[in-house]
Nanobody, 125 residues
């Protein structure tokens, strides 16, 4: 059974940092591309960052580029999202998602078939 478990959310002041983790199991980690998405009632679910299978290639939404960094640890089957210089508009529920794909899959949520539960990030001003 494919499982993804997101964690690491919390309350942080603007300008602060958080690191989210996405622990995975039930699939061959190196065969899957992983993405981070976030959702608010106002904006729906949007792609934030993605990483190709076997790590290496990454891609970011313009709104988070140069502030967020996605990485993966194949031995731990875990993907991370380091979030720096957080802003109130980053407040959202963050989800990780996986799809069997060679390379980068992009930030379209419909291209990912496996999803974890979300973790709430709240950034206060």
């Amino acid at each position: 059974e494919v499982q993804l478990q997101a964690s690491g959310g919390g309350l942080v002041q603007a300008g602060g940092s958080l690191r989210l983790s996405c622990a995975t199991s039930g699939f061959a980690f190196d065969d899957y591309a992983i993405g981070w998405f976030r959702q608010t009632p106002q904006s729906g679910r949007e792609g934030v960052a993605c990483i190709g299978n076997v790590g290496g290639n990454t891609f970011y939404a313009d709104s988070v580029r140069y502030r967020f960094a996605i990485s993966s640890d194949s031995a731990k089957k875990t993907v991370y999202l380091q979030m720096n210089d957080l802003r109130p508009e980053d407040t959202a529920v963050y989800f990780c998602a996986a799809t069997r794909f060679s390379g980068l899959r992009g930030l379209n949520r419909y291209d990912y078939e496996y999803w974890g539960q979300g973790t709430l990030v709240t950034v206060s001003s």
